[in-house]
Each structure stands twice: as structure tokens, then as C-alpha cells.
């Protein structure tokens, strides 16, 4: 019942396409972006992330991730321009990280992963009513993508990584409220763009995604919190360290990647 996937040598990406056989599929994410592949289209214009109204509800743990839910009833936190044709309502925002710094991201590029990605989830509310609706449309999300890489001290990751603790196990979840993650992006929002999938089960081919060129840096320390985390709940008796919840890079399959100037 549910979702019995995981990032395990049983449960992993490899085997995936079993229960999901979209995983074969044409679009699928993520992929290795190659720089000096990708088309520069002058007609992309720039991203606008509103966020300023944007309320955030909880933090939890849903054994794949540590996860930040939106208020989504409404356009108060949206993402409009660059390659999309609507603006998007922001539902929730999550990470991927590795066990060490050289790889944890889930798209690569030139090859070479980032110690961790930053997923902002937005959809399509102007032509689906749900986001459930939305999550199996072509056009019905768009993830906003940003690296992570190691150096100092993230000034504002720490609002996140201080509450952790109370998120240890699967299925637990705490009151995050007022965190606007504006405080996460780099300072240029330069980005590559792509049409792809969800890079979890159900895998749905619904994603316009926009990666951001500028990563953010935050420290080892900071990103060793994130393996406090557990895949498993706290009535488990095996304790499995959340780390590694990354798909590695999937086939292009002749797609274009486009960057913004
Ligand atoms: N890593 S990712 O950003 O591609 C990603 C974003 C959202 C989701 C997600 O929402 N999964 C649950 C889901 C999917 C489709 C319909 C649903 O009702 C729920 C999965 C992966
Ligand atoms: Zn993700």
C-alpha cells in the first residue's frame, strides 16, 4: 500500500520503474546538464519569485525528505516569467543530500554534483484546481531548482536546521510558521531550463524545471544536520540515517536545455 520506494539497494531509482514504469519514460528527471550544450535563448526572460505574502505551515518528515508546506489556497507566493506560460503557486519546498560534499545534488553538471539540491515546488493553478490535478499535466509544475555547495555558514539555514530534531522520524511533523525561503536564493538568478519529471515516484512528466547557475553555500556542519534525519519511524526498530535521497541523472533523450542569458 502507499509508496514502498526508497533510496535503498532493494527499494532504490534502479528499481523504480517496476511499480513506475514512467521512470523508462522520455522526460524524466533529473539529468547532467552540459553547459556548453545548452541553447542561450534571448527570449527567456527573467524569473520573479513573489514570496513576500508567502506563509509557511509546517516542516516534516515524510521518510524521503525533510519537507516545508505553503499555504497554497491562494496566489500569495508565486513563480512567474522565464520559461513559463502562467504563473505558479508555490505548494512546498525539500532537499537532496549526499553522505559527503562531492555529491548529494540530484542534477549534475558537466558531470559533477553538488553536496545537495534545494526543490521549490510550484503548480499550475491558473489552469488546474489541485495540485494532485496539476502534478499529472505536462504543463502543471514547475520546480525551481538551487545547488548546494560547502564553504561558510549559511546566515538563514540555520532557521531550518534548528528545528530538525523535532522532525527525526517518518511521519513526524511540527509547526514551521513565517519562514520565507526568499532567504535561500543566491544573488543572481541566471538558470537553465528544461522539460522533465518528478525525480520521485510517482515520477509524473509534469515538470517544467528552472535550475539556478548560482549556488548557495552552506556549511558541512550545517548540512551534517540533515543526517540526523531518519528514512525510518520512530517505531522501527532499524535506524536507517537519511542521506543519499538523490535519483542520479537520467537520460536526455534528444531534450533541449536552455539558459537564460
Ligand atoms: N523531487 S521533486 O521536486 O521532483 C518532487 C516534487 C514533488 C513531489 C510530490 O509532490 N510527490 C507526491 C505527489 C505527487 C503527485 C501527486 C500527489 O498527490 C502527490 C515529488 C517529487
Ligand atoms: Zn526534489
Redesign the pocket.
Known amino acids: 500500500t502507499g509508496d514502498q520506494w526508497g533510496y535503498g539497494k532493494e527499494d532504490g531509482p534502479s528499481a523504480w520503474h517496476i511499480n513506475y514504469p514512467v521512470a523508462l519514460g522520455n522526460r524524466q528527471?533529473p539529468i547532467d546538464i552540459v553547459p556548453d550544450e545548452t541553447t542561450l535563448d534571448r527570449d527567456l526572460g527573467p524569473i520573479f519569485l513573489d514570496y513576500d505574502s508567502c506563509t509557511s505551515i509546517n516542516i516534516s518528515n515524510n521518510g524521503h525528505s525533510v519537507v516545508v508546506e505553503f499555504v497554497d489556497s491562494d496566489d500569495r507566493s508565486m513563480i512567474r516569467g522565464g520559461p513559463l506560460d502562467n504563473p505558479y503557486r508555490l505548494k512546498?519546498f525539500?532537499f537532496?543530500w549526499g553522505e559527503k560534499g562531492h555529491e548529494g545534488s540530484?542534477h549534475t553538471v558537466a558531470g559533477l554534483g553538488y553536496a545537495s539540491e534545494l526543490?521549490l515546488?510550484h503548480w499550475n493553478a491558473v489552469k488546474y484546481r489541485s495540485?494532485?490535478d496539476a502534478?499529472?499535466a505536462p504543463d502543471g509544475?514547475a520546480?525551481l531548482g538551487i545547488f548546494l555547495e560547502t564553504g561558510d555558514d549559511h546566515r538563514w539555514l540555520h532557521l531550518i536546521t534548528d528545528v530538525l530534531f523535532m522532525v527525526k522520524y517518518k511521519d513526524s511533523v511540527t509547526d514551521f510558521k513565517g519562514f520565507n525561503p526568499k532567504c535561500l536564493l543566491p544573488n543572481r538568478l541566471h538558470y537553465w531550463t528544461y522539460l522533465g519529471?518528478?525525480?520521485?515516484p510517482?515520477l509524473?512528466e509534469s515538470?517544467t524545471w528552472i535550475l539556478l547557475k548560482e549556488p548557495i553555500v552552506v556549511s558541512d556542519k550545517q548540512l551534517g544536520m540533515f543526517r540526523m534525519l531518519l528514512f525510518n519511524g520512530e517505531e522501527e526498530d532499524e535506524r536507517k540515517k537519511m542521506e543519499n535521497n538523490f535519483r542520479p541523472p537520467q537520460p536526455l533523450n534528444g531534450r533541449e536545455v536552455r539558459s537564460s542569458n
Open positions: 528527471s512546498q525539500h537532496h540530484e526543490h515546488v495540485f494532485t502534478a499529472s509544475l520546480v519529471s518528478l525525480t520521485t510517482p509524473h515538470v
